[in-house]
């Protein structure tokens, strides 16, 4: 009887240390899959901001360099030259919260931040409103959602007077 008891423990202490090794290859696998996922959000959001970034290049030579805008402009059948670069300047401004808006949706920034980033988005000017109005379709649908409800809320106008960019 005496080793039926040892074997019994012993049978017992295995099926435990079974199952302990069954719950610890689970959360293993489950952080894997998390960090998996992060690494994969991360890569996303890298090739993103590069891109944004290309853009962002090509839009501030055409800013910077009138001969250079006047070239590429004859591509595009812009004959008025200061028009366009300054349409491609606010488009690199319109890009840089759209950047910040995609990252806000992966969780990357908190909405404060986010705010903060678009507060030197022009629209409380003419320009920079009528820009958005007639442009804002080549963004996300969820971005101009968002940018349209701030509109909504006179969110610039409640911070026009605090921001030297925006006078």
């Known amino acids: ?3 039926q008891t040892w074997k019994d423990l012993i049978e017992g202490i295995g099926i435990v240390a079974i199952a302990a090794s069954l719950v610890f290859v689970a959360i293993e696998t489950k ?3 998390d960090q998996t996922m992060l690494n994969t959000q991360a890569l996303e ?28 402009g004859q591509l595009y059948n812009k004959s008025n030259t200061e028009s366009w670069r300054l349409e491609l300047a606010l488009f ?26 678009l507060r030197p988005l022009p629209l409380t000017s003419k320009v920079g409103t ?3 109005d ?5 963004f996300v649908k969820a971005y101009q959602e968002y ?13 026009a007077n605090l921001s030297p960019i925006l006078e």
């Open 1 to 3: 009887m005496y080793r």
């Open 31 to 33: 952080n894997s899959t």
């Open 45 to 72: 959001i890298a090739a993103y901001q590069e891109l944004m970034s290309n853009i962002s290049d090509i839009n501030l030579l055409f800013v910077q360099s009138r001969e250079t805008a006047e070239i590429i």
């Open 92 to 117: 690199t401004l319109f890009r840089h919260g759209d950047m910040a808006y995609f990252m806000f949706e992966r969780g990357v920034i908190s909405e404060d931040r986010l705010l903060s980033t």
């Open 130 to 132: 009528e820009f958005w």
């Open 134 to 138: 007639t442009r804002k379709i080549v």
């Open 147 to 159: 940018v349209d409800r701030l509109i909504e809320k006179d969110y610039w106008g409640d911070i």
